[in-house]
């Protein structure tokens, strides 16, 4: 390797630069045990799973109507998929690579749905109400119950091919996206 020196050139070095051949040990041991710990650093980041969910920190930093175009642009996503899938699945001889490919593409958006509605709207946006607040309340479980439509149907849609899933998903998105930020108080 790059780093190994050597006895001729350990000897050279210090003759040249009056440094002893165990000074010139030591270092060299240096540099391989930071080659070392750089490589074990860059591969464990390389290879660790990503998330991409907001904080759960109050940071205050909030953008709704991202997220809810960012699950229509998922749903879209899903019917492309399930419209490959069903296409690729009637040719002469299917490409089972391709489909494969594309149900994995349609899982991961489903489930990047889940992630948007459970880790952000549930968690962080969606406050709880007392049912004392009969008015306050009543949004609150509508809410929920839409959110809840859009984790359920997520879940229909990695299941099957079934397009009534991307027709119920874009329903509730819309009629939460309606609800949500035309009668919410958060």
């Given at each position: 390797?790059?780093?190994?020196?050597?006895?001729?050139?350990?000897?050279?070095?210090?003759?040249?630069?009056?440094?002893?051949?165990?000074?010139?040990?030591?270092?060299?041991?240096?540099?391989?045990?930071?080659?070392?710990?750089?490589?074990?650093?860059?591969?464990?980041?390389?290879?660790?799973?990503?998330?991409?969910?907001?904080?759960?920190?109050?940071?205050?930093?909030?953008?709704d109507?991202?997220?809810?175009?960012?699950?229509?642009?998922?749903?879209?996503?899903?019917e492309?998929?399930?419209?490959?899938?069903?296409?690729l699945?009637?040719?002469?001889?299917?490409?089972?690579?391709?489909?494969?490919?594309?149900?994995?593409?349609?899982?991961?958006?489903?489930?990047?749905?889940?992630?948007?509605?459970?880790?952000?709207?549930?968690?962080?946006?969606?406050?709880?109400?007392?049912?004392?607040?009969?008015?306050?309340?009543?949004?609150?479980?509508?809410?929920?119950?839409?959110?809840?439509?859009?984790?359920v149907?997520?879940?229909?849609?990695?299941?099957?091919?079934?397009?009534?899933?991307?027709?119920?998903?874009?329903?509730?998105?819309?009629?939460?996206?309606?609800?949500?930020?035309?009668?919410?108080?958060?």
């Amino acid at each position: 390797m790059l780093f190994f020196i050597s006895t001729f050139e350990q000897i050279y070095f210090s003759i040249a630069y009056k440094v002893n051949i165990k000074q010139i040990a030591l270092i060299m041991k240096n540099i391989k045990q930071f080659v070392f710990i750089s490589l074990i650093a860059i591969i464990t980041l390389t290879f660790s799973k990503k998330t991409f969910a907001h904080c759960e920190i109050p940071c205050g930093i909030y953008e709704d109507s991202l997220r809810i175009e960012l699950i229509k642009e998922h749903i879209t996503t899903i019917e492309k998929s399930m419209q490959m899938i069903l296409k690729l699945s009637n040719d002469k001889t299917p490409n089972y690579n391709q489909i494969v490919r594309w149900v994995n593409n349609k899982e991961d958006h489903a489930k990047k749905i889940q992630e948007i509605v459970s880790q952000y709207f549930l968690h962080q946006r969606i406050k709880i109400v007392e049912p004392e607040n009969k008015n306050s309340h009543k949004k609150y479980i509508l809410h929920l119950s839409l959110l809840h439509e859009l984790l359920v149907y997520s879940m229909k849609a990695k299941q099957t091919t079934d397009f009534n899933y991307i027709d119920k998903l874009n329903i509730s998105v819309l009629d939460f996206e309606e609800e949500y930020f035309h009668t919410h108080e958060y």
